[in-house]
């Protein structure tokens, strides 16, 4: 899930396995950081489960600037 928690602050929740590594973390921020403009932080966030909506689908993307 991939969570816009501020005007330039994006927050990348996974779910991992025990197979998922630093190296791992480090090609998903470089592949993300091609997408978006230098001023735009991104930070991997480890979760143990993401949670589902009402209906029990999943929002990948998530906009979360008014919440806080």
């Not at 330039?8 to 592949?31: A, H, M, P």
């Not at 993401?50 to 993307?61: C, D, E, L, N």
Request: with cysteine; net charge neutral; glycine share 2%.
């Amino acid at each position: 899930q991939v969570a816009q928690v501020s005007n330039d602050k994006w927050e990348v929740r996974v779910v991992v396995t025990s197979e998922f590594n630093i190296d791992d973390e480090r090609v998903l921020l470089e592949n993300m950081n091609l997408l978006v403009t230098h001023k735009t932080e991104i930070t991997i966030k480890r979760m143990p489960m993401i949670q589902t909506t009402a209906s029990g689908k999943y929002r990948w993307v998530i906009n979360e600037c008014n919440n806080k």
